[in-house]
Every structure is written in C-alpha cells, then in structure tokens.
C-alpha cells in the first residue's frame, strides 16, 4: 500500500460539504500530492448525510478504502456514520459550540479536535467560512502547509474578488491558529509532505466532456439525470468556445431525437443518461442503428432497476446497451475503467461512431463519474487525438455511389459493411434515411432478398471493426499466475489495489480489465490457461460473467457487489480471497 | 441550381401508396411548390417525416430525408436545423403523430422557435391503423375502438400553439391547392417555428370530416379583414367553438428563431481539424 492518508468531511446536504471537500481535494492536488476523491450524497437537495472524502497519497491512488485518518463532523451522524473507518489515532475535528455537537463523545482513543467553527468563521467575516476554519485546523493536524490551501482558495472565490479570498484565507488560519494553541500538548503522526508535481483534478463526467469537444462534438442534447448530469453542465459554457451548442431537451426522448438530427446534418453529436434514460432512448436507439446514423449515447450507469437509488453506484445496465431494442441491433459498447479513460474512449466513441456509422454506448458509471482523480496533464494529451470521419463523400466523389440514374446509395453493399454517407447539402447527395427496412438508396423495400442483405450488410460492420480495431483487455498483475480476476468498468482501480493486498496473503493473480463490451476481445485462451476465472463486477446476476460465460464456454466465478457502493480495494482484496479459496465444505459443484 | 428548380424535382420515384383520393396528395404537392417557389432545392432541403400515412412523405419526396420514430420527428427537425442553418428544414406529421404521441415535443418545439415550418396532416382519424380515434377526432365520433365516441374534446393545435408561444399559426385545406401552396410558403418564411395545421381528409375511414365539410364550413381568412399580428384576435379564431378557419390565424412580426437567439450560424458538419480543435489544451489547464 502506498503511504496514503484518508480525509472526509460529512454532515448534512446544505452544509457546503462539497464544495468544501473540493478545495481540501484541490489543494492537495496543488501541492503535487495524487488524490482519489469519493461522495456518499442522498437523493435530496437538503439534509440527509452527505460525506466528501479524499484519499491521498504522494503515489497513485486509485480506489477507495475503508480507512479515515482525519474527519471533520459537522453532525453528530457524520461520527456515527464513519465509525467502521475511524481507528485508534483517528483526528476527528468538530465545533462543540454547535447545539447538535454539544455532546458528541469521541470514541476512545481517537482524537477530537473541538473547534468553534462558527464563530472562527465570524471573526474572519462570516459564518459560512466555518467549512474553510475546519480545513485550516486540518492542515494543521496533517502538517499539510497551509498555503496550498491559500491557492486553491483563490481558485474557488478569485471571480468573486480578493476581498473573500482573504476573508476565507484568514479564516483558514484562525482555524490553524486555535489548533496550535489550543492542542499545542498534541503532537499530529500525519504528514502531508507536498511535491514538484502538476497534477489535474477532474470526474469522469467532466473528462467524458472534455473527450467530446477533443473529437470535434459539435452537438449535446440532454435531460437532467443523476449522476450523467455533470456531462450537459461541463459542456454548457465550455462548447460554444469551440463552435458547439448544448440543447437542455424536454426529455431523453427528445434529447436522443435531437442528437439523431445533429447527427444526420453531419455534426459530431452526443447524449448523456443514466438507466432510466437510456430506457427511454431504446426506440430511437433502433433508428439511430437502421439509418446508419453516428451517434455517442453516454450511459452514466447508477442502481436500477426503475428509480432504483440515482445516487448510488451499480453497473446493471449492461444488458440493457448489449441487448436493449427490439429486433438486432449491431453497435458497440466502449466502457472506459478509469477517470483519464473516460476522456479517451470518448474520443474513440466518436471515431468508432463515424468509421463504422453506427450508435456507440459509452458504458460509465457513478463511481467513476463523480469520482475526482489526479492525472498528469499529459494524461490528456490533445495533440495524440485523432478524428477519423470515416467514409464521407463530397460533390467531387459522389458520383462512384450512385446509380445509374444518379441516385446516391447511403446504404450501398459494400464488403466491410460500411456504406458511403454525405451531409446534407452536397449536391447529388439527397435520400431518405428511414428506419423501415431499405434497399441501398435508403427507400423502403419489403424485398426479401434486399432484406437479408442490409441486415447482414450492417452487422458486417462489426466483423470489420473487428478485423481493423484493437478490442484488448488492459491487463495488470501477474502475467504468469494461474488465478484470472476479471472486470469491466470503474473496478479496475479497485482491482489494481487489491493486487497489494492479495500479495500479502501470497495470493497472485492476473488482471483483464475489459473496456470494449461489445465487439469485445474473445478470452477463450485467457480462460483455458488460467484454473480459475473470477468476474468482478457491481450488479447481482453477473451480466458480465454470463456473457463471457457463453462466449468461452467456460464457467466462471463471480464476486458481486449491488449495495449502492462501489468494491473498496480491501474488501475486493478479501472477496477474491475467498472466491479463489473458499472455505471447506462450502466449495458447490459447479 | 435553385433558379431551375421545379418542384417536380422534390418528387421521388416511388408511387404513393396512399389511397386514392387521399388529401395527403394535396398537401404533399403544396410543399413542395412552396419549397420550390421560396428557392430551395433537393439538396439544401432536409424533410423529417414521423410515422403513420403522413409519415410516407418522406418517401414520395426527393431531398436530403429523415423517417422518424412516432410522434419524434419535431426534435429529430431541431436538431437537424441546429447543426446546419443552412438547410431549409421541413418537418411533415400526422394528428397523432402530432397531437398524441408527440404532443409534448409539439409544445416545446413551439416554445423553442427553430426556423423551420411544420406540417400537420389532420384527417381526425388514425388511417394506417384502420380507422381509430385521433387527438382531433370529434367527441362523437364512432371507430372501431370508440363504438361510442371519444366522449373527451379533441384536442385544439391551434390553441395548444398559442398558448405554447407560438410565433406562426396557421390552417390550411390540402384540396385547395394555391391556399394550401401560398400559406405553407409563409411558414417556410417565417423567422422561426412556421406550424400549419391542414385539414387533409381521409377518404376511407373518416365519414364526417370530409371534402365536403371542409369546403363548405372553413372560412377564409383572406376574405375578411383580419389581423394575423393582432394575438388578441387570434385568441378568439382559435377559441371559436362555432367555426374553422383558414389561413394565417396569428404571426408575430417580432419572432426571432433559436438559432438567431443562440448565434448558431455555422454548419457544424465542418471539422476542419484531424486532431483536437486549437485551444484544447486549456480545457485540461482548467483543472489545475
């Protein structure tokens, strides 16, 4: 395990704890320190217990774990709510003046730090700084130098003037200061050592979008919907620099139908949701698929099914973006496994869309989608990013897709099952795009010959991609160990970490983190060389490990998580433990 | 080109299979003189069709066109005109494609303006289905599937458009072709959203709402002196319990269209990067 270090602030929804964890977040960031942000929120505007929490390390980090070093409780739940993590040692900072933490009992052994945060805050100009008092007693308990937490200040409040910069610097350091003073008998274990580092601080939404406005996406069309929302909100404001434009639609009905007319004028067009959005996109899903139509759907999965809980992480959607709309459907479904993979298989959604003209699900999930990571700057490199718009042809080339009496063939029978296409507005280009079956100038035809053959002209496409893309798995662990862990989405991070705690126990394994579900690489080898085959992943029935299953005609075993929380590297570390090696007497034939 | 274009040229080479004496021939043919006679062609025109008899037009017109899902084709038309301003777009519907299924995207495509008109083929009666009630079809009005009547009001577009915002209202009759032809080309004039609703009557399934009603009750507009501009007049046209109009009901002088609002001016079809556009970078830069 890296020498990592695990902050949190809770309390109730309201209580700017968000905002709060970001600066605390961005000023570790800023001091060259890796950091791996998580949120516990509730599905409401105000009250309920909301947590930010910051695991860092001068290492990478790329999970959670079940450990909280320094906690700032701004309810007496926020203690109650962490006890698990807290140990012997644990700083616990909260205002004892505030009536609901009057008589709040730190737990033995832990330290609490009781800060009047409040009135700090009123000294320095203001109660609502008191968050920002409590993150300059933390500096202290941490011997993190304060003045990264200066710089993140003025990035937070600089548009509001320097007036409230240095009213929330002060604040920060009258909330030093009372440490110092007050615990001056206390001597802190935690060091907060900062680095020459440049690191960027980012969610996977909000690289998702980045990635989209790197491949040239022009066009967003979007319904509000936990936790894909961030995507719409990062694009607005950012896009239109760039030529683009976000459209907030009446519903995903709407939203999918104005990325499909985006899409057909020919710009580089996207959608976001989550489960019950992409529900209502299924029908349109068919004809973004019949008509060729490239198009990136983001599903920012949560748990389902129905409302499910919308704040909490699951990946049961799967079935729904392999499967999902009636009829047979070719497409592809990229799941990236990382923050920084979020902004790439963005990218190469787009590409994918074009070359191969189809819809692509780009399969993310909460975990990853509210979760802030620290990268080097070059892990968003823009000068490697490539836009492929695939077979697109121009007044000049036109002529070689037409029929003889000069009708264009959108839909022309071609052997990598990928047909010419022309924007609207190329002369000679006109035709109909439909969603009934056609022949190859894209009109209707009930021809049973014609039929077969655009049905197998399209899913020609995906042995093409097939032939031509690179599906690999990312693999990490033992190359050699005969124990196969597999997974697909944000686990792999979790995974990652794992691996150091498996090795204590002298446990090796090998990693496939798979991120291309559809078309994906086929494991059939992978399988037959390991002796046992573990699929990770957050939903209850294993769609993955069925999917595989029939793929390699092999069993597999599964470790699955459907809590609402996303695998804690510990926990994993422990799950895939016992799966490997289950207790005697429980081993069930298979 | 579109100084020689006719408008047979916005006329494909598939034969209608609408049922002889269908009113969709009408309507069909006044859009594409009106798309014709404003100056557009087959290649700068972009129709968007949604399902039913009405959604076939797609399909018996040449131009660049889409053939939605039902009820759908007004976002699909949105989207279209967003991402090229340049394209004369042209969305065509049925009453239940418009009014049922897709009557929310109706109310919020009005409220949004896009410059681009909109077509509703009312015949008061699903026809493709064989003959059920329609969001327009009278009260007591008998189908298969309403041996009784609706026994609900139907619903009035005209006045849902009104009070949605709308900035060009109009009526029109498919079988008198130059009226028909002349206020379709007002709509497609219109700087933003340009909504005709056209009595275009089903001869197979719809027994009341017929030529012979249409030409005997509408009123014409033209014939009186009536203010399309006036909203307050136009609230009464369109409240009128006793009579139907035809014509421009209401058009606000003042309309200026989303993508006027938005400064969308540019055909977003045009990359004209291979990599990441310039400036990229301090996308990243802001996360520092």
Redesign the interface.
């Known amino acids: 395990m890296p020498a990592d270090f695990n902050w949190a602030i809770g309390g109730e929804a309201g209580d700017g704890i968000d905002s709060t964890g970001k600066i605390f977040a961005q000023a570790l960031s800023r001091a060259g320190r890796h950091v791996f942000t998580s949120k516990d929120f509730a599905s409401r505007i105000r009250g309920g217990y909301t947590a930010y929490k910051v695991r860092t390390s001068t290492e990478k980090v790329r999970s959670v774990v079940d450990r909280l070093d320094v906690l700032v409780a701004l309810t007496p739940r926020t203690i109650e709510e962490n006890l698990d993590e807290l140990h012997e040692g644990s700083v616990i900072i909260y205002d004892g003046e505030r009536t609901t933490m009057a008589d709040v009992e730190i737990p033995d052994g832990m330290i609490g730090l009781d800060v009047p945060l409040k009135s700090l805050a009123e000294d320095a100009g203001g109660a609502i700084m008191r968050n920002v008092v409590a993150l300059g007693a933390a500096c202290e308990a941490t011997n993190f130098d304060i003045e990264h937490l200066d710089s993140s200040l003025k990035k937070r409040f600089g548009d509001k003037g320097q007036a409230l910069v240095d009213n929330n610097k002060q604040a920060a350091r009258l909330g030093q200061e009372y440490v110092q003073e007050e615990y001056s008998d206390i001597e802190f274990d935690y060091d907060l050592e900062t680095t020459d580092n440049d690191y960027v601080l980012l969610n996977g939404d909000e690289a998702i979008g980045m990635g989209a406005i790197a491949a040239g996406c022009k066009y967003y069309a979007g319904y509000p919907i936990t936790p894909a929302t961030d995507v719409m909100t990062y694009l607005k404001g950012r896009i239109e620099n760039f030529g683009g434009h976000v459209v907030q639609a009446e519903d995903e009905l709407a939203a999918i139908n104005l990325a499909l007319g985006a899409a057909r004028a020919g710009a580089r067009s996207m959608t976001a949701t989550s489960g019950p959005g992409i529900d209502l996109m299924t029908e349109t899903f068919g004809l973004v698929a019949t008509s060729e139509t490239p198009l990136v759907i983001v599903d920012v999965m949560r748990s389902g099914p129905s409302t499910g809980m919308p704040t909490k992480q699951e990946q049961g959607d799967l079935n729904m973006m392999l499967y999902g709309g009636h009829g047979e459907i070719p497409r592809f479904v990229v799941a990236p496994t990382t923050v920084d993979e979020c902004f790439w298989k963005t990218v190469e959604a787009f590409n994918l869309a074009e070359k191969y003209q189809t819809p692509v699900y780009l399969a993310a999930d909460l975990a990853m989608a509210v979760t802030e990571q620290t990268f080097e700057p070059d892990a968003f490199d823009m000068d490697a990013v490539e836009i492929d718009r695939g077979k697109v042809v121009d007044e000049d080339t036109i002529g070689e897709h037409q029929t003889e009496s000069g009708g264009f063939k959108p839909h022309e029978l071609t052997e990598d099952g990928v047909s010419p296409r022309a924007f609207p507005g190329t002369e000679g280009g006109a035709h109909m795009s439909t969603g009934l079956e056609h022949d190859e100038q894209g009109r209707r035809t009930e021809d049973t010959e014609m039929r077969v053959k655009q049905v197998d002209k399209r899913n020609r496409k995906v042995e093409t991609a097939r032939e031509r893309e690179d599906f690999s798995p990312r693999e990490f662990g033992d190359p050699e160990s005969d124990n196969l862990v597999v997974t697909w989405g944000s686990n792999e991070g979790t995974l990652v970490e794992a691996l150091e705690f498996l090795e204590e126990e002298d446990i090796d394994v090998r990693i496939l983190s798979v991120p291309y579900l559809f078309p994906r690489p086929d494991l059939t080898e992978e399988f037959e060389a390991a002796d046992e085959v573990v699929v990770v992943e957050c939903n209850a029935t294993g769609q993955f490990a069925d999917v595989v299953e029939h793929d390699t005609l092999q069993r597999v075993k599964r470790v699955n998580k459907y809590n609402g929380v996303q695998f804690k590297a510990d926990e994993l570390a422990d799950d895939i433990k016992e799966t490997l090696a289950p207790d005697e007497g429980q081993e069930v034939e298979a | 080109?579109s100084s020689q274009v006719r408008f047979t040229d916005f006329k494909?080479?598939?034969q209608p299979t609408w049922c002889p004496g269908c009113g969709d021939f009408g309507t069909m043919n006044g859009m594409m003189k009106a798309l014709a006679e404003t100056g557009n062609d087959?290649?700068?025109?972009?129709v968007?069709a949604g399902i039913g008899c009405s959604g076939k037009i797609?399909?018996y017109m040449?131009?660049?066109?889409?053939?939605?899902?039902h009820g759908?084709a007004l976002?699909?038309?949105?989207?279209?005109?967003?991402?090229?301003p340049?394209?004369e777009v042209m969305v065509a519907g049925g009453d239940g494609d418009g009014y049922s299924i897709g009557a929310?995207?109706f109310?919020?495509a009005v409220r949004r303006n896009v410059d681009m008109s909109y077509v509703v083929m009312d015949n008061r009666i699903y026809g493709l289905t064989k003959g059920q009630a329609s969001p327009t079809s009278r009260e007591d009005f008998e189908t298969s599937t309403t041996p009784e009547g609706p026994q609900q009001p139907p619903v009035n577009p005209l006045a849902l458009a009104l009070a949605s915002g709308a900035t060009f209202i109009a009526q029109s009759f498919s079988s008198d072709a130059l009226r028909h032809q002349e206020i379709v080309k007002q709509a497609i004039e219109h700087d933003g959203f340009g909504f005709v609703n056209v009595f275009s009557p089903c001869v197979t399934f719809n027994d009341v709402d017929t030529y012979d009603y249409f030409r005997d009750s509408l009123v014409d507009l033209a014939d009186t002196d009536y203010d399309p501009t006036d909203r307050e007049a136009a609230k009464e046209k369109v409240l009128d319990a006793d009579k139907e109009y035809m014509g421009v009901l209401y058009q606000d002088e003042e309309s200026r269209s989303y993508e006027q609002t938005?400064g969308?001016d540019?055909?977003?079809?045009d990359?004209d990067?291979?990599?990441?556009?310039e400036?990229?970078?301090d996308?990243?830069?802001e996360?520092?």
């Open positions: 080109m494909s080479d598939k087959p290649d700068n025109t972009f968007v797609g399909t040449h131009s660049y066109a889409i053939h939605g899902v759908r976002p699909v038309g949105a989207g279209v005109k967003m991402a090229n340049d394209l929310g995207h109310v919020h938005h969308l540019s055909n977003m079809s990359i990067h291979e990599g990441a556009p400036g990229a970078m996308l990243v830069r996360f520092y």
